[in-house]
């Protein structure tokens, strides 16, 4: 048998080198493509919901001399109406993103249901827009909102963003 003395110590120094790669490792969080669920939420779910629920509303304001004002919003052009559906299709995307591993991993079986209903309701939603139907799209966007609050119920933001900082500090 040879023995290789150089071998020996290459082995003793990779140790260290190989212990604190596998520490690295487990600190690494999942890849997650729109960062941590919060970040995910603040700016990319929430803005794209808004461009949704804007899209058709009503005001009513209170004028200075104490009349009211009240307007209607709603989509007029074809090119309206495409920001609307691709809302809707980004608020898919990111109901099928919240369900890959990385944004579900440690998290119950409600949370694959709440983004799987999501993704329901966003096809709904893109459709609507599609139809260039006003009142599907605000009755559909009351929806959306019922999904993504029920989700906050059981996953509140703050939570989130606990977890988010407990994940990265560990």
């Keep these: 048998m040879i023995r290789f003395p ?3 110590t290459s082995r003793i120094a990779l140790l260290p080198l190989l ?4 520490c690295s490792s487990e600190q690494e969080p999942a890849d997650l493509a729109y960062g941590t669920v919060q970040q995910m939420m603040a700016n990319e779910v929430q803005p794209t919901a808004d461009v ?3 899209a058709v509303r009503f005001e009513s304001r209170l004028e200075p001399d104490g009349s009211v004002t009240e307007e209607e919003f709603e989509p007029k052009t ?3 109406w495409e920001q609307v559906a691709e809302a809707a299709r980004k608020l898919q995307s ?6 890959t591993q990385g944004y579900a991993e440690g998290r119950g079986e409600d949370w694959l249901v709440f983004a799987k209903g999501l993704d329901d ?3 709904k939603a893109e459709q609507a827009a599609l139809d260039k139907d006003p009142d599907a799209v605000f009755e559909v966007g009351g929806t959306v909102y019922n999904v993504c609050s029920a989700c906050h119920q059981m996953y509140p933001p703050a939570e989130l963003e606990t977890a988010a900082g407990d994940a990265q500090s560990s």
């Design 19 to 22: 212990t604190l790669a596998a």
């Design 78 to 80: 074809d090119a309206e």
């Design 52 to 54: 949704y629920w804007g």
């Design 6 to 8: 150089a071998f020996r």
């Design 121 to 123: 309701v966003s096809k």
């Design 94 to 99: 990111f109901a099928v993103e919240l369900q």
